[in-house]
């Protein structure tokens, strides 16, 4: 399979600061490629320099087949892309903004209605039209912006955040959006600090830290490789005292997060048994248990140290 975006040793720096460090890594065709790390790490800047808005200080990079740097004209024709704060005008419709950037992007002339009638069905606009951009919920304004992104049928689509700030069904739809550019072979380039989602989507996923590529591979073989010890959650009957939680230490590393107690444990088997016997002596219950394995989100703790609820929040102030 073709690469539809290839970096090697990509760098920039702005002075004595490198905020991209030589990274390389390949994204195929038809992939949602997940690009995660905590805020300030270089996702945005990486972004910025495959789109042509911003010049590699050294290493190269292609996308689509063509350079960035001697080639970025065509770059810029086949790419769509999606920055995290909209493009897009207040002043103007729906129809008027999309008709708008259809022409940036050279759209034919006969093609231009029907092209932005099948974006405002496909992305469910269509009697959101005449509604200025301005006046749109976030939900809306972030289907508009991908649709504008979309306008000259690029193959290659880069997303910056594109949930950041929604509300819980704004974000599921869009979240559906983009598996369903998926499934029309386009290539989706995402950022996001809510790792969750990037384990929801991405086909594969790149960290980085400081600059520098920590880890490229699934989901599922980053968990399965910074995997920890299996957790044991029991929600109990009342909040056990402290007692009861020193006794529990030796089956492992425990938590108590009101009701419920958390073993990281060695054997589930014996934490099971230590933590039956111990409620039933003290005359507790056990309401709800679970086990499990750790999440990409604790992978991602353990690689790069930061907490994604304190991107979560350090993104909220921001804006």
């Known amino acids: 399979m073709m690469d539809a975006i290839a970096l090697q040793g990509l760098t920039k720096n702005y002075g004595s ?3 991209v460090d030589h990274i390389s890594f390949n994204v195929e065709e038809g992939e949602v490629f997940g690009f995660l790390g905590p805020n300030g790490a270089g996702k945005t800047t990486t972004i910025r320099m495959l ?3 911003t010049t590699p200080s050294d290493g190269s990079a292609t996308v689509a087949g063509y350079d960035i740097i ?3 004209v065509e770059v810029k024709r086949r790419v769509g892309v999606v920055p995290e704060a909209s493009n897009l005008y ?3 419709s729906v129809w008027d903004n999309l008709l708008f950037t259809s022409r940036l992007y050279h759209v034919p002339k006969d093609e231009l209605p029907g092209r932005v009638r099948n974006l405002l069905e496909t992305f469910k606009l269509h009697e959101r039209r005449d509604t200025k951009f301005g006046k749109l919920s976030k939900g809306l304004k972030r289907r508009v912006v991908i649709a504008a992104a979309l306008v000259h049928n690029p193959r290659i689509v880069f997303m910056d955040e594109p949930t950041s700030g929604l509300d819980v069904v704004s974000a599921m739809s869009l979240r559906r959006l983009i598996r369903d550019l998926r499934m029309e072979d386009i290539t989706v380039f995402l950022t996001t600090h809510y790792i969750e989602e990037a384990d929801q989507l991405a086909d594969r996923v ?7 590529i920590i880890v490229v591979d699934t989901p599922e073989s980053i968990k399965q490789s910074f995997r920890g010890e299996p957790v044991l959650e029991a929600h109990l009957s009342r909040i056990p005292d402290n007692s009861m939680i020193r006794e529990l230490e030796p089956a492992g590393r425990v938590e108590l997060r009101g009701d419920m107690v958390r073993i990281e444990v060695e054997s ?3 934490a099971i ?9 003290r005359g507790i219950q056990i309401t709800d248990v679970n086990t499990h394995h750790p999440s990409l989100e604790e992978a991602f703790v ?3 140290g930061v907490s994604p609820e304190l991107m979560r929040i350090e993104k909220e102030g921001r804006r």
């Open 51 to 53: 789109v042509g808005l």
């Open 90 to 92: 207040d002043e103007l």
């Open 268 to 270: 589930l088997t014996e």
């Open 206 to 212: 790149a960290i980085i830290v400081e600059g520098k």
């Open 70 to 72: 001697g080639d970025i």
């Open 302 to 304: 353990a690689v790069t």
């Open 17 to 19: 600061l490198t905020a």
């Open 273 to 281: 048994e230590s933590l039956s016997r111990m409620v039933s002596q």
